[in-house]
């Protein structure tokens, strides 16, 4: 018995969907990135089995309004632990989030309705409730290294049920 042929996403033909991330020019990568913040979030690694805590407490850089780096060229400059994303390293870190835009290309997933580069508007991904506007609860000048744990969140490891959705909700 075979299977039932895979229906067409609608994403078929976009950058995303032909070619390789190596094969993408640098607009292209970087336009992967959906805005959430997410990844800006300070983490916390158990050493005995590896799980990672997301917090709500963000990277000094992060602009917890806008969901992006306050000096993003010269973020590993002022930030030596910031991770910068690459096609190998994506298909690798255990942190990313399930809605990370380099995540789901790399897996050769689809990208979600809320995606800029789905819908043509970069305030969905708030719309859509995955961004970190609204929830950061401090930088990590703020807020000491010590008292993290007491700062772990699971919300930035899910997708919220609106996000999942398979288009954008009719208000």
Same mark, same amino acid.
């Given at each position: 018995? +075979? %299977?039932?042929?895979?229906?067409?996403?609608?994403?078929?033909?976009?950058?995303?969907?032909? !070619?390789?991330?190596? *094969?993408?020019?640098? %607009?292209?990568?970087?336009?992967?990135?959906?805005?959430?913040? &997410?990844?800006?979030?300070?983490?916390? *690694?158990? *050493?005995?089995?590896? /799980?990672? @805590?997301?917090?709500?407490?963000?990277? !000094?850089?992060?602009?917890?309004? +806008?969901?992006?780096?306050?000096?993003?060229?010269?973020?590993?400059? !002022?930030?030596?632990?910031?991770?910068? =994303?690459?096609?190998?390293?994506? &298909? +690798?870190?255990?942190? =990313?989030?399930?809605?990370?835009?380099?995540? =789901?290309?790399?897996?050769? &997933?689809?990208? @979600?309705?809320?995606?800029?580069?789905?819908?043509? /508007?970069?305030?969905?991904?708030?719309?859509?409730?995955?961004?970190? &506007?609204?929830?950061?609860?401090?930088? *990590?000048?703020?807020?000491? /290294?010590? /008292?993290?744990?007491?700062?772990?969140?699971?919300?930035?490891? =899910?997708?919220?049920?609106?996000?999942?959705?398979?288009?954008?909700? !009719?208000?």
């Amino acid at each position: 018995m +075979t %299977a039932a042929p895979k229906r067409p996403s609608g994403q078929e033909g976009f950058f995303w969907k032909t !070619k390789t991330l190596e *094969e993408m020019s640098g %607009a292209e990568w970087e336009s992967l990135c959906d805005g959430c913040g &997410r990844c800006c979030l300070n983490k916390l *690694e158990d *050493e005995d089995t590896g /799980d990672i @805590y997301f917090t709500h407490v963000g990277c !000094k850089l992060l602009d917890a309004g +806008t969901c992006g780096c306050k000096d993003y060229p010269n973020r590993s400059d !002022k930030v030596p632990d910031c991770v910068r =994303l690459t096609p190998a390293n994506v &298909r +690798t870190l255990n942190w =990313l989030p399930p809605s990370c835009g380099y995540k =789901l290309v790399a897996e050769g &997933r689809d990208l @979600y309705w809320w995606h800029p580069l789905v819908s043509g /508007d970069p305030n969905t991904v708030h719309e859509a409730g995955v961004s970190v &506007r609204g929830r950061v609860e401090g930088s *990590e000048e703020e807020i000491p /290294d010590a /008292d993290l744990e007491d700062h772990i969140v699971q919300w930035p490891a =899910l997708l919220p049920k609106r996000a999942r959705l398979k288009r954008r909700p !009719k208000d």
